[in-house]
């Protein structure tokens, strides 16, 4: 499959030495079949060099597919996975953590992961321990790039006190805004911002759906690209993980970073939200 991204009007953002378009895989539903091997294969052949993880996913068969399907993985192709305390339970204590990490690393076959991004920041352990944790992995080698997971403004001033925080990974859409704080801060900073579930507003939301569809039929486009289109232009930091299976849903997701759009219609899907 052709790069789909070789008409971009967005740009991309730099990961350390890594250069990564702005729509990535979020893979949270990911197992190790030969239909989603093929998926995987297919989708960083159309130019998607950032794929998003987690210990948890999938009872860790997204990491296993991953893994088996991609490894050894290519120098512009960055792996970002996540560990510690999830929603689910687990802790951030350093042999929880860890093992996490461990097993990361030994289904995604590899010595090392480019962005190692902490699930949930754990109350009862200290951040500042966290940070140095993450800092000790870095020395070993392990981890390259450390990252943060649903976030306050207050927790990621915090973590950044003990270390360099590459990026955040928040809920964010155009109808979730609830950390646009975090969002302001981690842009002015210069910190990737990673929204999950950024369409939300175009599934399983008809009302809204209808209302950005005017704004979409002008730009010959389906409702999911002109809502990613519009995260893409509100920061030149963020990142959108868009999570699908279709070959013809990541194609649409793509493509929506070749829509320009305008100041209008930027501030009027805004004030849809």
Known sequence: MDNLFQNSVVGQIKIGSVSVNRIGLGTNRVSD?????????????????????????????????????????????????????????????????RSNLEDSLKRLQTDRVTLYQIHRIDPNVPIRQTMELLKTFQAEGKIEHIGLSEVSLEQLEEARQHAEITSVQNQYSLSFREHEDVLEYATKNSIIFIPWFPLRDVNGQPDLQAKVQPVADKYGVNAQQIVLAWLLKKSPMMLPIPGTLSIEHLRDNILATTVKLDDADYYLLGSLG
């Open 33 to 97: 079949t030969p239909e989603v091997r093929k998926f995987l294969s297919q989708a960083v052949e159309g130019g998607v060099n950032f794929i998003d993880t987690a210990h948890t996913y999938s009872g860790g068969s997204s990491e296993t597919t991953i893994g088996n399907d991609l490894a050894p993985f290519a120098d512009n192709l960055v792996v970002a996975t996540k560990g510690g305390m999830a929603s689910g339970g687990g802790d951030n204590s350093e042999s929880f953590l």
